[in-house]
Nanobody
Framework: QVQLVESGGGLVQAGGSLRLSCAAS????????IGWFRQAPGKEREFVAA????????VYADSAKGRFIISRDNAKNTVYLQMNSLQPEDTAIYYC?????????????????WGQGTQVTVPS
């Protein structure tokens, strides 16, 4: 069992930045692939970024490439999502999730554990 808690969300003006954190407890965190997903009102949950256990492999949604950076500190059991150049369309609840598999995957159904989410709001 892995427990995940997101933090760092908030209200930020367009063009601003936020850093989200995903703190984990429970089973060996370093063995999990960690992904970030988001869900905007009235829309389906979508993939944002993911990172493998060693941080050697990261993948991003097209909407995140060049603006967001995912990283992890296994000593602190924490994964980060640095979000820059935020736009109103980035407004959503952001979730982190843990996948016990070896591959970095985009499909939310591959992830076994989920946090409660943190709200990010970028007003237009």
């Amino acid at each position: 069992q892995v427990q995940l808690v997101e933090s760092g969300g908030g209200l930020v003006q367009a063009g601003g930045s936020l850093r989200l954190s995903c703190a984990a407890s429970g089973r060996t965190f370093s063995r999990f692939v960690i992904g970030w997903f988001r869900q905007a009102p009235g829309k389906e949950r979508e993939f944002v970024a993911a990172i493998n256990w060693s941080a050697e492999r990261t993948v991003y949604a097209d909407s995140a490439k060049g603006r967001f950076i995912i990283s992890r500190d296994n000593a602190k059991n924490t994964v980060y999502l640095q979000m820059n150049s935020l736009q109103p369309e980035d407004t959503a609840i952001y979730y982190c999730a843990a996948d016990s598999g070896f591959c970095v995957r985009y499909d939310s159904r591959s992830y076994d554990y989920w946090g409660q989410g943190t709200q990010v709001t970028v007003p237009s």
